[in-house]
């Protein structure tokens, strides 16, 4: 296993010094707990390679689009470091092959939400091992690339917000407002359902890691019940 991951982590550009980092990145709480707390989970590193993703998602956004609006910039981050993506990607790297936990755990394919967690502590690995330089070459041959293309099938991530806010107004409506109606937190996560309301009626919810990220979704949600937004 030791060698298969060596030649795992070369294969995907991950010149590594520390290989400790890396066996801590894929470590799942359940084998450190049958391990009673003798080997460290990646729980610490997920908190730190989260961070990480977000500011380098985050920073070519806002070098590459200066145009676009800040509602827009979200999205687009979010949309790339969300759930979905983030495990999508873990797969498409054969992550399962790698990770290791507990016997309950191996009753059953890793969740989408293990792929993600092991993405985000892989790239805390990497920041620690070898510095930022490294992990934005990571990052941008898994996500950055991606983003253009993203854009060109999409012509532009809208500002849901500002759509449904001009769909009001167009027919002579009030403003919107939003209303973080649950939080709760998983892990190292924090997570927020946001409703947006519009002369007291509830058009749209929506979850996400952040308010604003939320509170898109809401508006999202509202905009497809009424128009296409293709």
Known sequence: MKNNFETFLLKNGINFKNIKYYQIAFTHMSFSHEAKNQIESYERLEFLGDSILGYIVGEYVYKNFPDLPPGEMTLIRSTHVDKKNLSQLGKKLQFENYIQRGLGEMKNKP?????????????????????????????????????KKNLKVKSTFKDYKTRLQENLQSNGGNTAFYKVIKQWREGNKNFFMVAVFHDNNKLGEGTGNSKKEAEQKAAKNAISKKVDLK
């Open 111 to 147: 969740s989408d939400s293990v792929y993600e967690d092991v993405f985000e502590s892989l790239v805390g690995a990497i920041y620690l091992d070898l510095g930022l330089k490294a992990v934005k070459s990571f990052i941008k041959k898994n996500i950055l690339i991606y983003i």
